[in-house]
């Protein structure tokens, strides 16, 4: 008996006269069955290759960023102090508002007051009148 782990008669003719595919050696079937597919990986992308600058293209690259930070800067800080003034307004309007309203409040409590002191009047004049 060889070493495969078919039979020695592997390859044989069956009666119809095909050989037996049970009877094939481990490379036959290896070579019958599906492999895998093999998806390769992604390439890496290249480095792309940035050119040294000299110290004053460095410093005139810094430059023109600070410059355009402070100009972002400068527009954030016009349409801060437009908010700030815009709330200043909505706020002194408020307090304009308050101040109304207490005004009102107050003539409206010395009004309250006015008739709770006629009703106490009243309410005497009637207990007189029918005690009496």
């Known amino acids: 008996m ?21 009877m094939v050696g481990p490379e036959a079937l290896a070579a019958e069955r ?13 480095p792309v290759a940035v050119p040294v600058l000299g110290a004053p293209e460095r410093l005139a690259r810094a430059l023109e960023s600070l410059n355009a930070a402070m100009t972002e ?18 706020t002194s309007g ?13 003539v ?3 009004g309250v007051s006015s008739l709770q002191a006629k009703a106490r009047s ?11």
């Open 2 to 22: 060889s070493s495969s782990i078919a039979p020695d008669s592997a390859g044989a003719p069956d009666s119809a006269g095909a050989p037996d595919s049970a």
């Open 34 to 46: 599906p492999t895998a597919q093999v998806i390769a990986f992604p390439g890496r992308n290249k």
């Open 73 to 90: 800067q400068r527009a954030a800080l016009a349409a801060w102090r437009s908010a700030l003034g815009t709330l200043k307004e909505a």
């Open 122 to 132: 009243l309410e005497q004049w009637a207990e007189a009148a029918t005690s009496g």
């Open 94 to 106: 408020l307090g304009d508002s308050l101040r109304t309203y207490q005004s009102n409040l107050r």
């Open 108 to 110: 409206l409590g010395d």
